[in-house]
């Protein structure tokens, strides 16, 4: 790409950003960092924007219709078709622990039965565990009051608690010194971060601590000069107007 273009794209994202970076896709900025820095644009493309989109969109119509038109075409079917199926499961002692902590903060004191299952959709977007779709498993979260990604491992309910519970292996964020290289470090209205691709130890969320999904290119060690494996990563959650509202059309009575 052309030093002049490279200049334009960034210019036109720069000025409008500054004056709401909120009216602007976080893409544009990542296309732009990535041909700077002579990396595939194509990995993350206008396909996977629309359809993000477009998705989002008919989501939140279904959710809104009336309720004797959304009868008529068939909503119901269409939003419970793919209802999670539960499947007693039997967790690992570091997932165990992870759970632990979570409910301790919950103030639930303990649990008798785990349940798990590979899917679960929520505000109009479906999330997976990594080995069914490895794309659906990349998410943006909360974690003790800090933002960060990861890939969900597990998704679980336990008797205890009545709602879904997410085993999250999170990435590992860079030092100080490598998130200095960051080509987001000085664009923090991106929702773009560079972090290592080793992960941490297991996390547990609850639902509200899900912010959505998030996009990933892998760097090999070197790339950015950071001398690690790399991830970047960039929040999708801007991108649907149905993340405004969550829609619980999963919710089966939980365990017994």
């Not at 950015?224 to 929040?235: E, H, R």
Request: hydrophobic share 35%; aromatic share 8%.
């Amino acid at each position: 790409m052309a030093n002049h273009q490279i200049q334009t794209q960034y210019t036109l994202c720069s000025t409008s950003a500054g004056a709401n970076p909120t009216l602007w896709s976080p893409f544009l900025h990542c296309v732009m960092v990535w041909r700077t820095y002579n990396w595939d644009p194509g990995i993350v493309g206008q396909t996977m924007i629309r359809r993000h989109t477009s998705k989002a969109l008919f989501s939140n119509l279904c959710n809104n219709i009336p309720s004797k038109y959304a009868e008529t075409i068939g909503v119901h079917t269409l939003f419970h078709a793919n209802r999670p199926k539960w499947t007693a499961h039997s967790i690992s002692p570091e997932c165990s622990q992870a759970l632990s902590l979570l409910l301790t903060r919950l103030g639930i004191l303990g649990y008798s039965k785990t349940e798990s299952t590979s899917l679960w959709q929520h505000a109009g977007k479906s999330f997976t565990i990594s080995k069914r779709h490895i794309g659906n498993s990349r998410i943006e979260f909360k974690d003790q009051g800090n933002t960060t990604f990861g890939e969900i491992v597990h998704i679980l309910r336990v008797d205890s608690h009545p709602g879904p519970l997410f085993v999250i292996r999170p990435f590992r964020p860079l030092t100080h010194l490598d998130e200095s290289k960051s080509p987001y470090h000085s664009y923090p209205y991106l929702k773009a971060r560079v972090m290592y691709r080793q992960p941490l130890p297991l996390r547990v969320i609850a639902l509200d601590d899900l912010f959505g999904h998030s996009a990933l290119v892998e760097n090999d060690a070197g790339a950015m000069n950071i001398p690690a494996p790399t991830v970047n990563l960039i929040s999708l959650r801007s991108l649907g107007i149905s993340e405004m509202a969550s829609t619980y059309t999963d919710l089966d009575p939980k365990p017994t």
